[in-house]
C-alpha cells in the first residue's frame, strides 16, 4: 500500500506528463498566481490549478461559506458553513500539496492590490465586487500582470487581459473611466453591472437560457445572483486552463474580449461583428428597458 503520509511532488503530478512536458510541470512548481476570491469560480479555479501543481499563491476572500454556496462551491461543505472561504480553501490546498506557499488575505488586499499585482504575473478575478474588480484591473495595469476574468453571465465563459490590452472599464464604457476609486458611487457601480449584461446579451446566447424574470429582478438589485454548478465549475476551468497556459509560456487565443461555452448547443460563441452587434445592441437595450421596467 502506498505510504500517502510521504508526500513526493513528483509522483502527485506524474499523470500531468503528456498533458505537459517535465519543463513545464517544473514551471508550474515556480509559479505564482493571485487569486482574488474564492468561492464559486475563484475556488474552482483555485482548487484546479492547485491539483496541477502550481506552487505559489495569494489568495483572499472577505466572506464566510453561508448554506447556499454548496450548491456550487468547491469548498463549501456542511463542515465550513460559517467558516471564512480563504482558510478552508487554504486548509484544502494544502491537504493535496502540503508544499504549496499560500498568502492568505481578507479585506485588507484591497489596500495591497498594487504590492499584490507587482508579485504576481498572473491573477484571476473571482470577486463578484466591481469596485475591487476596477482597482485590481488599474493596479495590474500598472505593474504589467495579466487578469483572468469572466462574464456575469448563465453560459461559462473566460477573457484574458493582458497588460496592452484595455480595461473592462474602457472596453465596456464604464461610467467610472477617468474617475479615481474614491469618486466611485454606487449607482456608477450599477451602470456598470449594466453595462456588462448588455455585452452579454449581444454577444452570446446568454437570453435563451436563463429565467428572464429572474434575469431582470437581478439587473433591478431586487434579487441575488443566480449561479450553478456546471457553469460555475466550469468557467473556473476555463480560467484554470488560462492561468496555466501563462504559466507555461504558452499563448493561449483567448483575449480581452473573451468568449462563451455553450454547452446547451455544443458550442463556443464568440464576439460578434462589430457592425452586426451595432444593430443587435439596439435591440438589447430597448429589451433590457422593458425588463427592468417589468421588474420595478
Known amino acids: 500500500m502506498e505510504d500517502v503520509t510521504a508526500f513526493d511532488y513528483a509522483e502527485f503530478t506524474t499523470r500531468n506528463l503528456g498533458f505537459v512536458t517535465e519543463a513545464e510541470q517544473a514551471a508550474l512548481r515556480v509559479g505564482a498566481v493571485f487569486v482574488a476570491g474564492v468561492g464559486g469560480m475563484g475556488?474552482?479555479?483555485?482548487?484546479?490549478?492547485?491539483?496541477?501543481?502550481?506552487?505559489?499563491?495569494?489568495?483572499?476572500?472577505?466572506d464566510v461559506f453561508e448554506t447556499s454556496n454548496m450548491n456550487r462551491?468547491?469548498?463549501?461543505?456542511?463542515?465550513?458553513?460559517?467558516?471564512?472561504?480563504?482558510?478552508?480553501?487554504?486548509?484544502?490546498?494544502?491537504?493535496?500539496?502540503?508544499?504549496?506557499?499560500?498568502?492568505?488575505?481578507?479585506?485588507?488586499?484591497?489596500?495591497?492590490?498594487?504590492?499584490l499585482a507587482a508579485r504576481y504575473p498572473v491573477i484571476v478575478n473571482g470577486t463578484d465586487d466591481i469596485a475591487a474588480g476596477i482597482a485590481l484591473y488599474r493596479a495590474a495595469k500598472a505593474a504589467g500582470a495579466t487578469v483572468i476574468d469572466a462574464y456575469a453571465s448563465p453560459l461559462p465563459s473566460v477573457t484574458v487581459v493582458r497588460p496592452s490590452d484595455p480595461r473592462p472599464e474602457d472596453r465596456l464604457r464604464y461610467p467610472t473611466r477617468g474617475k479615481a476609486l474614491g469618486a466611485v458611487r454606487p449607482e456608477d457601480l450599477r451602470a456598470c453591472f449594466m453595462k456588462e449584461l448588455e455585452?452579454?446579451?449581444?454577444?452570446?446566447?446568454?437570453?435563451?437560457?436563463?429565467?428572464?424574470?429572474?434575469?431582470?429582478?437581478?439587473?433591478?438589485?431586487?434579487?441575488?445572483?443566480?449561479?450553478?454548478?456546471?457553469?460555475?465549475i466550469s468557467t473556473g476551468c476555463l480560467m484554470a486552463y488560462e492561468a496555466l497556459w501563462l504559466l507555461m509560456g504558452r499563448r493561449s487565443r483567448t483575449d480581452c474580449r473573451g468568449w462563451f461555452l455553450n454547452a446547451f448547443a455544443g458550442r463556443t460563441e464568440r464576439p460578434l461583428w462589430a457592425p452586426v452587434a451595432a444593430i443587435k445592441g439596439l435591440v438589447v437595450r430597448a429589451f433590457m428597458a422593458r425588463l427592468l421596467k417589468a421588474a420595478a
Open 43 to 62: 475556488g474552482a479555479c483555485f482548487l484546479a490549478l492547485v491539483r496541477a501543481g502550481v506552487g505559489r499563491f495569494a489568495v483572499c476572500d472577505i
Open 199 to 232: 455585452y452579454v446579451m449581444v454577444h452570446s446566447s446568454s437570453a435563451r437560457h436563463v429565467d428572464l424574470d429572474a434575469a431582470a429582478a437581478l439587473a433591478a438589485g431586487t434579487a441575488k445572483r443566480m449561479s450553478f454548478a456546471p457553469m460555475v
Open 73 to 115: 462551491q468547491v469548498f463549501a461543505f456542511t463542515d465550513t458553513v460559517g467558516h471564512d472561504k480563504a482558510s478552508a480553501a487554504c486548509a484544502a490546498a494544502r491537504r493535496i500539496n502540503p508544499e504549496v506557499e499560500i498568502e492568505r488575505l481578507g479585506a485588507e488586499w484591497v489596500d495591497q492590490i498594487a504590492d
